[in-house]
Each structure stands twice: as C-alpha cells, then as structure tokens.
C-alpha cells in the first residue's frame, strides 16, 4: 500500500507559480515512479509530467514543456510540481499517482498504468 497526500494548490493570477508537493508513505520511495494528473470539470483526466523512480528520467505533457517541472527527492519521500507562467487553462484538481509495477521503460503516462492516487488539490488560476 501506498498513501499519497497532495499540497500546495491553491488560487493564483495567470502569470503566477505554485508549487505542488506530494508526500508518499507506505512503501520505501525510490521503489516505483510517480506522476502528476489532473482533471478540469468536464474533462478526462490527463497525465501533465512523470518522473521515475530515480528520477533520472522525466515526461512532461505538451502543455507544461517550459512552464512545469517535476522532481523527486527520495530522502524525504516527496516528489514537486514546480508551476511557473500558469495560465487560466490550468485550472484543474492536481493529483499525485505512483507507479509500483516494474516497467522496462521508467516513466509511463496512461492514469491506468497508475497504482494509487493523491486525494487531488485544486489549482484555480484567474485571468
């Protein structure tokens, strides 16, 4: 089992940061990857960057290549979302998933292939 608690959202002007962070317990860390989702009203949820286990390699969503990056740190069971330049089509619930099943490749994207999830924070960003 594994328990993942998101924090960090909150309400931001476009132009603005947050920074997202996801606390993990329950299994050692540095054992499975993780992602960052998130799903606007009305719309499917989508992956917008994940990060692997060592965090050696990362994924970003086309939408958050040079505003967003991920980062883990594995001492304190952690992994971030740094969001810079936030637009209001960012606005979303951001959740936090990890990926325990080991994988030939070390980052994948499909919510599915994800094994728990974050209860989500809101990000709201006004125009």
């Known amino acids: 089992q594994v328990q993942l608690v998101e924090s960090g959202g909150g309400l931001v002007q476009a132009g603005g940061s947050l920074r997202l962070s996801c606390a993990a317990s329950?299994?050692?860390?540095?054992?499975?990857?993780m992602g960052w989702f998130r799903q606007a009203p009305g719309k499917e949820r989508e992956v917008v960057a994940a990060?692997?286990?060592?965090?050696?390699?990362?994924y970003y969503a086309a939408s958050a290549k040079g505003r967003f990056t991920i980062s883990r740190d594995n001492a304190k069971n952690t992994v971030y979302l740094q969001m810079n330049s936030l637009k209001p089509e960012d606005t979303a619930v951001y959740y936090c998933?990890?990926?325990?099943?080991?994988?030939?490749?070390?980052?994948?994207?499909?919510?599915?292939?994800?094994?728990?999830w974050g209860q989500g924070t809101q990000v709201t960003v006004s125009s």
């Open positions: 990060i692997s286990r060592s965090g050696s390699r990362t």
């Open positions: 998933a990890a990926d325990i099943k080991p994988r030939t490749s070390e980052v994948t994207t499909p919510p599915g292939e994800y094994d728990y």
């Open positions: 329950g299994r050692t860390f540095s054992s499975y990857a």
